[in-house]
């Protein structure tokens, strides 16, 4: 039997139109859904400058440091807490689309991002500590055997929760802690020690208290917040992380008002200080030092900067060139100003910055 063999046109257009079709769904794809925008861009250009340089700098900051800074305050000084407070309770839609056309609030959350793939990826090695400082006075530590978290307030805090074993807060006003957050801690039956969140049972106190979470043991004192009329109001912290991790020891004083007579369950001495800038007259110096109810630090991170719920700097919005000023003035030579989304380790008895 004789083979047939004929030519189709219209055949080959269809084999072209479907290869050509799928070629372009495969480039699809493999190509970004989405292009950043002018200020997503320049957000992670500030937030990679800014995280070039150490945190852990002698005064006066290098040229780059010192730019990031500027750039930080001038994006600060045009973000009202007003519009601030709306992008925290907006929908998520709402909140990521604000990121999207605003240099700040873009920051702000590749800071977060980073430090939570950070907290999900890493493995801590013995005798080490992890420390990422994520906004106002919120930290986050991870030691080989455990990860905590202190003071947490931001938009997208309640995605920490699958990560955390445990978290501090040092009293109840809304830039010291996420609603969501507690809930979600709450709900997978973790730890939220506080001095006012009853549902935590055993770890809800307002009176001085110990815990062991693991490997790692708590000291709590209840003192005044700084502003008159709010007594016995703070949680301050005194924590020992661990053997495991490089017995690591830190103090987390909240708002508190400074009074060495309240501080009656402290460590006398800590390798890491986090004391929040106060409204009066350096008041942070009271607790330093070899007294009763003092601590000698290794190191202070001064924090509460830049706080974009408070209005202005009447109001506790203390700005990084007065951070910089107060840090000097500290009674300790090893005083810093960490900013968003930057990371310390603890190892060998010792602070390094990771750039």
């Given at each position: ?266 460590l006398n001495k800590v390798n890491i200080l986090i ?35 408070h209005a202005d700097v009447e109001n506790s919005r ?38």
């Amino acid at each position: 039997m004789r083979r047939l063999s004929f030519f189709n046109p219209l055949l080959l257009l269809v084999v072209l139109f479907i290869f050509s079709c799928s070629k372009e769904t495969k480039e699809e794809i493999e190509k970004p859904s989405e292009e950043l925008t002018v200020q997503q861009r320049e957000g992670r250009e500030l937030a990679e400058l800014l995280w070039t340089t150490s945190p852990l700098q002698e005064q006066p900051l290098d040229e780059n440091r010192t730019l990031a800074f500027e750039r930080i305050q001038e994006y600060a000084d045009k973000c009202t807490s007003d519009y601030f407070e709306s992008y925290l309770k907006s929908i998520d839609l709402t909140s990521e689309n604000q990121e999207k056309y605003d240099v700040l609030l873009y920051y702000y959350r590749y800071a977060f991002d980073r430090i939570l793939n950070d907290i999900k990826d890493e493995q801590v090695e013995d005798g080490t500590a992890h420390i990422w400082m994520l906004y106002n006075m919120g930290y986050v530590i991870k030691t080989p055997s455990c990860c905590f978290a202190i003071d947490i307030m931001h938009r997208w805090a309640e995605k920490l929760a699958p990560y955390l074993d445990f978290l501090c807060l040092t009293h109840n006003h809304q830039d010291h802690y996420d609603t969501k957050l507690i809930e979600a801690m709450l709900a997978e039956r973790k730890p939220v020690i506080s001095n006012f969140i009853e549902e935590s049972e055993e770890y809800y106190s307002k009176k001085s208290s110990n815990y062991t979470i693991g490997k790692v043991t708590i000291h709590t004192s209840i003192t005044d917040h700084n502003n008159s009329g709010l007594s016995n109001f703070v949680t301050v912290y005194s924590i020992d992380c661990g053997r495991d991790s490089g017995n690591l020891t830190i103090m987390h004083t909240g708002d508190s008002n400074y009074k060495p007579s309240q501080f009656t369950n402290i460590l006398n001495k800590v390798n890491i200080l986090i004391p929040r800038y106060a409204p009066n007259a350096l008041t942070e110096n009271n607790i330093i030092g070899d007294g009763k109810g003092q601590l000698i630090p290794d190191y202070v991170l001064l924090s509460h900067i830049l706080e974009l719920t408070h209005a202005d700097v009447e109001n506790s919005r203390w700005s990084l060139p007065m951070a910089l000023e107060r840090a000097s003035l500290i009674n300790c030579e090893q005083t810093y100003v960490p900013m968003w989304g930057e990371k310390l380790i603890w190892k060998n008895n010792k602070l390094y910055s990771v750039l």
